[in-house]
C-alpha cells in the first residue's frame, strides 16, 4: 500500500484538511517509536479512518502502530477492543496514547482475511466468532445501540446519493425503502447481545487453527445478532447468491434466516455504493439492487 491510496481514503473520509495530519505522520510515528520501543515496519492495510503500519513491541512480539487523525473515533476503539477481549477474538491492546490518537494492538497472525479462507470452512468459522464475541456482556449503560448505528450510517452514506454515478443507480425511494425496512427490524428486535457492528469480511482474520478468527475494528452497540452476519451474507452476491449463502450463515451460526435476509435487504444499498465508487463487478451490483425493491 503506498501513502496515495491511504491519503484518498482518508480525504474522502474527513476532507482535504486531513492532508496536513497526514503531513505530521512520520514525525508522530518515530515520536511513538522512542517512547514505546519499537521497530517500525512497513505500511498496513489501513481503513477509512486510520493508518496501520507493522512494528515490533520491545519483547519481539509482532504488532501494527495504528494512528488516526479522529482521537475520539480511536478511544472508544481501545474501549470496545478492551470490552471484548475477555473473548480471546479480538486483538490485545499493547498500548494507547488517546491524546496522539495512537495505539499499539497485537498482529493476527497469520492474519489472513476471512475472504481468503476456503469458503467450505467459513460458515462455522463465523457462528464460533459470533458465539463467543455475543457471549460477552454488555457493559451498564453502554452508551451505543444497533439504532444509532444505523440512523449514522444512512445518513452519512445516504449522501452520496446526491452524485450522479450513485443517484443514477440508487434512487431516493429505494433509500426510503431500507430505511423502512430497519426501522421494523429495530423495532422489533427480541435478543439483544453486544454486537460487533462493522463485522465484513475484511474485518475478520485468520488468528490460527487454535484461536479461530479474530474480529478487529469493532463499533460495538448492543442489538440484533443478526446484524453481525449480515455483511458476509451480502458478500454472497455474484457468488452464490445473497438467498443461498443467507440459509447457510443462518443455520451455522444459529440465526433466525428470515430476519437475516431481512438486514441483507436493508444494508444491500450501502453495499452496491461501494462497489459502484470503486468499479465492482456489475453482476454483483444488479442483485444488490435487485434486493432493494
Same mark, same amino acid.
Given at each position: ?43 498496513? /492495510? ?7 503500519? @507493522? +512494528?515490533?513491541?520491545?519483547?519481539? #512480539?509482532? =504488532?501494527? %502502530?495504528? !494512528? ?103 434512487? /431516493? ?7 423502512? @425496512? +430497519?426501522?421494523?427490524?429495530?423495532? #422489533?428486535? =427480541?435478543? %439483544?447481545? !453486544? ?99
Amino acid at each position: 500500500m503506498d501513502m496515495g491510496d491511504v491519503s484518498a481514503r482518508l480525504v474522502g473520509r474527513f476532507g482535504p484538511e486531513v492532508e496536513g495530519w497526514l503531513a505530521e505522520v512520520p514525525t508522530l510515528a518515530a515520536q511513538l517509536a522512542s517512547r514505546w520501543g519499537l521497530v517500525l515496519g512497513e505500511l498496513f /492495510q489501513s481503513g477509512a479512518s486510520s493508518l496501520v503500519m @507493522r +512494528c515490533q513491541w520491545p519483547d519481539g #512480539t509482532p =504488532a501494527v %502502530l495504528k !494512528l488516526s487523525p479522529d482521537r475520539a473515533l480511536l478511544t472508544r476503539q481501545v474501549e470496545m477492543l478492551r470490552v471484548f477481549a475477555s473473548s480471546g477474538r479480538v486483538p490485545a491492546v499493547l498500548s494507547t496514547d488517546a491524546q496522539a490518537g495512537a495505539m499499539v494492538l497485537e498482529e493476527v497472525l497469520p492474519g489472513t482475511e476471512a475472504e481468503g479462507l476456503p469458503a467450505t470452512s467459513l460458515p462455522q468459522l463465523w457462528g464460533e466468532l459470533l458465539a463467543a464475541l455475543h457471549a460477552v456482556a454488555p457493559p451498564a449503560q453502554w452508551p451505543w445501540d444497533l439504532r444509532g448505528r444505523c440512523d449514522e450510517a444512512f445518513v452519512r452514506i445516504g449522501r452520496r446519493l446526491s452524485e450522479p454515478a450513485i443517484g443514477a443507480r440508487i434512487d /431516493q425511494a429505494a433509500w426510503q425503502r431500507s430505511i423502512r @425496512r +430497519c426501522e421494523t427490524l429495530l423495532d #422489533t428486535q =427480541a435478543t %439483544l447481545v !453486544l454486537l460487533h457492528g462493522d463485522l465484513h469480511l475484511g474485518n475478520a482474520l485468520d488468528g490460527g487453527p487454535s484461536r479461530g478468527l479474530v474480529a478487529i475494528d469493532p463499533k460495538a452497540c448492543v442489538g440484533d445478532p443478526c446484524f453481525d452476519a449480515v455483511d458476509y451474507v451480502v458478500a454472497g452476491a455474484g457468488h452464490e447468491g445473497v438467498e443461498a449463502r443467507c440459509q447457510l450463515v443462518a443455520t451455522a451460526c444459529g440465526l433466525d434466516g428470515d430476519r437475516l435476509y431481512a438486514w441483507s435487504r436493508v444494508i444491500a444499498p450501502m453495499v452496491a455504493i461501494a462497489h459502484l465508487t470503486y468499479g465492482g463487478p456489475e453482476p454483483v451490483i444488479d442483485e444488490l439492487l435487485a434486493l432493494t425493491y
